[in-house]
């Protein structure tokens, strides 16, 4: 068996067990999604796009990053979506060690934008309001372990300064029905995860899980915020991964 093929059936086996969940529960997917979702639309940190660079990067990590690559790489002004691996060492920077949940990793996105044309506060918004859910801790959805926490890696004392401040906005403000578990993590060096991992959403729009978690969040980028979406997505396989 591939690893492909193993991952796919893991991932079955994952969405069969949610789906019951759900249904013994009365609700549809999209209604567990309904109940988790916040009061919209959050605020943002800054909205004015920057001047002063072409180019720039933060690291983000939401749960499965196929879902959180997909969500960014439809956001007008980014550059580059490239999934990954932030938080451990580069040894243990492989899919089969950091699904382990004993690596420190999380799956992480490599986010490049452009911020003459979207801001690192519009960025924050989509992270925050679309690409996941902030109050879970160690988990998204059906994805339990570290490895799924809600984290961003800041490259710069800049970057980790904003989003304290937009955290902290969004908790006095209650746009949330509980505290946000986002965690500020400076100093990690990002890796990028295997090349069958990249543009896992666009190549495979049907797999069971892109369907119940992830395409929702595409649909919800475009309703939410339609002045920074954008239909055709910037692909890793165009760029490459380095």
């Known amino acids: ?140 959805g059906p994805d339990v372990g570290t490895q799924y926490r809600s984290a961003i890696f800041p490259v710069n004392a800049e970057q980790a300064k904003i989003a304290k401040t937009y955290i902290a906005q969004l908790n006095q403000a209650h746009i949330f029905s509980a505290a946000i578990a986002t965690k500020i993590e400076p100093g990690r060096i990002f890796y990028p995860a295997e090349d069958y991992h990249q543009d896992f959403l666009t190549l495979h729009p049907r797999y069971p899980y892109i369907v119940y978690n992830d395409l929702p969040k595409i649909e919800d980028l475009k309703t939410l915020f339609p002045d920074l979406y954008r239909a055709d997505p910037v692909l890793v396989a165009a760029q490459g991964t380095n």
């Open 1 to 140: 068996m591939t690893q492909f093929q193993s991952d796919t059936s893991r991932f079955r086996a994952t969405i069969l067990a949610t789906v019951l969940l759900l249904a013994g529960a009365g609700l549809t997917p999209s209604q567990a999604t309904a109940q988790e979702a916040p009061r919209l639309p959050l605020p943002a940190v800054d909205d004015q796009p920057g001047q002063n660079t072409n180019s720039e990067t933060i690291v983000l990590a939401g749960g499965c990053f196929w879902g959180v690559q997909g969500v960014f790489q439809h956001v007008q002004g980014v550059t580059s979506a490239v999934s990954g691996y932030a938080g451990g060492d580069k040894s243990t920077a492989v899919y089969e060690t950091v699904s382990s949940g004993t690596t420190g990793h999380a799956e992480s996105v490599r986010v490049t934008f452009d911020p003459r044309k979207v801001s690192l506060g519009h960025i924050l918004q989509v992270y925050f309001s679309v690409a996941h859910n902030p109050t879970e801790l160690n988990r998204q």
